[in-house]
T-cell receptor, first 110, second 113 residues
Framework: DAKTTQPTSMDCAEGRAANLPCNHSTISGNEYVYWYRQIHSQGPQYIIHGLKNNETNEMASLIITEDRKSSTLILPHATLRDTAVYYCIVRVDSGSRLTFGEGTQLTVNP | KAGVTQTPRYLIKTRGQQVTLSCSPISGHRSVSWYQQTPGQGLQFLFEYFSETQRNKGNFPGRFSGRQFSNSRSEMNVSTLELGDSALYLC????????????FGPGTRLTVL
């Protein structure tokens, strides 16, 4: 699975959009970009995933650059409950193995 | 639909003992994966079971083992516990189809004294 690079930490004001970047310059053509988050001491939670096109669901939007070497997870209206570690994972979409990096600690401030 | 459940939630053992952790996946999910999370190493993949067969394994010593039953419930066992085995052990289940996500349980917090 391709290696990802994320900032160690980010801050965001409550109610504003949180934009979390991820670099995956060695991504292969058949690898997907997945985002999970982990609220303190809980199990990780799936957020969204995509291959080439931008994706949106009830939780977030995923923007993938045209060359697929980077992506951005957007939480449109961050709340205090969105404070968590966010993991960007790039993987071939077969099997269930996830390789977690260190992720980004997002802190949403009131 | 009930989520992934793990038992026990907390466990304290001493060095040299063995431990068995249990995971019940979401109904209909046939794939169960196990992860270890420690402050130093982060989240690391242990192994995955699908239809009672281990089909993927991480880089852990043979003291770590697992199995899956016909109802997809899974157990993992750690023998001859070491202090470094203290961790949060997470179980995740999925439908194991292309594009589907994994659902994690709350984890079992193991402390080895």
């Amino acid at each position: 699975d391709a290696k990802t690079t994320q900032p160690t930490s980010m801050d965001c004001a409550e109610g504003r959009a949180a934009n979390l970047p991820c670099n995956h310059s060695t991504i292969s053509g058949n690898e997907y970009v997945y985002w999970y988050r982990q609220i303190h001491s809980q199990g990780p939670q799936y957020i969204i995933h995509g291959l080439k096109n931008n994706e949106t669901n009830e939780m977030a939007s995923l923007i993938i650059t045209e060359d697929r070497k980077s992506s951005t997870l957007i939480l449109p209206h961050a709340t205090l409950r969105d404070t968590a570690v966010y993991y960007c994972i790039v993987r071939v979409d077969s099997g269930s193995r996830l390789t977690f990096g260190e992720g980004t600690q997002l802190t949403v401030n009131p | 639909k009930a989520g992934v459940t793990q038992t026990p939630r907390y466990l304290i053992k001493t060095r040299g003992q063995q431990v068995t952790l249990s995971c019940s996946p979401i109904s209909g999910h046939r794939s169960v994966s196990w992860y270890q999370q420690t402050p130093g190493q982060g989240l690391q993949f242990l192994f995955e079971y699908f239809s009672e067969t281990q089909r993927n394994k991480g880089n852990f010593p043979g003291r770590f083992s697992g199995r899956q039953f016909s109802n997809s419930r899974s157990e993992m066992n750690v023998s001859t516990l070491e202090l470094g085995d203290s961790a949060l052990y997470l179980c995740a289940s999925s439908l194991a189809r292309v594009g589907n996500e994994q659902f994690f349980g709350p984890g079992t917090r193991l402390t080895v004294l």
